[in-house]
Nanobody
């Protein structure tokens, strides 16, 4: 049973920072890429950031480059998303995900989502 549990969401003013955490348990393949999607109201789901198991490749959505940092601690089975310089357009439900290929939406496991709200 794979379980991904997010934490760290909340309300923050524009320009502020939040750190999201995703703790994984029961992950069948520890080599799976892990990352974060987000879904804003009436918007398409989009991949925000992803990181391979050894950190050899990291992906960022263009709009978050330079502002968000993804990292992974395999010993703790945890992935993080440090978000800085937050903008109102970053408001969304953020979902942790794991799978063979997140960029092509091949997702094995989803977290329950954590709300990030950025006020302007």
């Amino acid at each position: 049973q794979v379980q991904l549990v997010e934490s760290g969401g909340g309300l923050v003013q524009a320009g502020g920072s939040l750190r999201l955490s995703c703790a994984a348990s029961g992950l069948a393949d520890s080599s799976y890429t892990m990352g974060w999607f987000r879904q804003a109201p009436e918007k398409e789901r989009e991949l925000v950031a992803a990181i391979t198991w050894n950190g050899g490749f990291i992906y960022y959505l263009d709009s978050v480059k330079g502002r968000f940092t993804i990292s992974r601690d395999n010993a703790k089975n945890t992935v993080y998303l440090q978000m800085t310089s937050l903008k109102a357009e970053d408001t969304a439900v953020y979902y942790c995900a794991a799978g063979p290929s997140l960029a092509t939406s091949v997702v094995t496991s989803w977290g329950q989502g954590t709300q990030v709200t950025v006020s302007s």
